[in-house]
Nanobody, 126 residues
Framework: QVDLVESGGGSVQAGGSLRLSCGAN????????MAWYRQAPGKDREGVAT???????TYADSVKGRFFISQDITQTTVDLQMNNLKPEDTAMYYC????????????????????WGQGTQVTVTS
């Protein structure tokens, strides 16, 4: 059984930083793609960043150069460092684990991930 728990969300002014953490119990890192998705009110859930078992990461164009995903297998955590935050980054952020058929990228369909956390809210004010 996989259990994902997000933490680290909050409210920050534009230009600030936040670090989200996902505690991932039961994940076999050699066979899982780990991802961060986000969903703003009235919008579809979108991929933000992914990382595979080899540590290869992908990012949405909107966050490249500002967000960084990392995983610590010994601590079973997957973190998302978010810098230079913008109001358009405001959303509920979700941690996900799964095996996307098309590969571990931010283009992977939401339905390809079997395991989701409950989310953590990030609010960026201007």
């Amino acid at each position: 059984q996989v259990d994902l728990v997000e933490s680290g969300g909050g409210s920050v002014q534009a230009g600030g930083s936040l670090r989200l953490s996902c505690g991932a119990n039961g994940v076999i890192y050699s066979s899982y793609c780990m991802a961060w998705y986000r969903q703003a009110p009235g919008k579809d859930r979108e991929g933000v960043a992914t990382i595979d078992s080899e540590g290869i990461s992908t990012y949405a164009d909107s966050v490249k150069g500002r967000f960084f995903i990392s995983q610590d297998i010994t601590q079973t955590t997957v973190d998302l460092q978010m810098n230079n935050l913008k109001p358009e980054d405001t959303a509920m952020y979700y941690c996900a684990a799964g095996g996307p058929r098309g590969g571990c990228t931010v283009k992977a369909p939401v339905d390809d991930f079997d395991n989701w956390g409950q989310g953590t809210q990030v609010t960026v004010t201007s």
